[in-house]
């Protein structure tokens, strides 16, 4: 059985907008929420999400940096199950207005509309350190070996 690279699993991605971005809420619980990629589709184990910083997903990365993703594509025409791909990583929050222009897309003004400058404006950075995939015909895991940075 041949193992998806990552190369391979962002071919995938590229075409799956959504994910449930799931984080630690305390007390033992998992607080899941619906995220877009912004179009920010060349994978490279990282994620950018933006969001605004007074949410609870903020609080909750600030507490516990360890978060999950969930992407699920649609079976094909031709009946094959789609992929489904769980991303385990760790986030962090960037509040660079150099970094928003690099991950900016203006579908996004549709949540934000003052762009970059929109007041309470953060972006959320998932790297990932493993990658489990399942297609219906393989499954596997890409591990990432990440340098502190």
């Not at 994620?47 to 910083?53: H, K, L, Q, R």
């Not at 360890?66 to 094959?80: D, H, N, Q, R």
């Not at 199950?81 to 549709?110: C, M, N, Y």
Request: hydrophobic residues 40%; charged residues 25%.
């Amino acid at each position: 059985m041949a193992s998806m690279s990552l190369e391979d699993l962002s071919s995938h991605l590229k075409k799956i907008d959504f994910c449930m971005l799931s984080t630690n809420a305390g007390s033992g619980r998992i607080s899941s929420r619906p995220m877009s990629n912004n179009g920010d589709v060349e994978y490279d184990g990282d994620t950018w999400f933006f969001s605004y910083e007074d949410s609870r997903k903020i609080t909750e990365i600030d507490a516990i940096d360890t978060v999950s993703l969930t992407f699920t594509a649609p079976p094909s025409l031709l009946g094959k199950p789609g992929i489904f791909v769980a991303v385990q990583g760790a986030a962090s929050l960037v509040r660079d207005k150099a970094t928003f222009q690099d991950h900016w897309v203006p579908d996004l003004e549709r949540w934000f509309p003052e762009g970059i400058e929109t007041a309470g404006l953060v972006l959320i950075k998932v790297s990932a350190s493993s990658i489990r995939y399942w297609d219906g015909e393989e499954n596997g895991e890409v591990t990432l070996s990440r340098s502190a940075s």
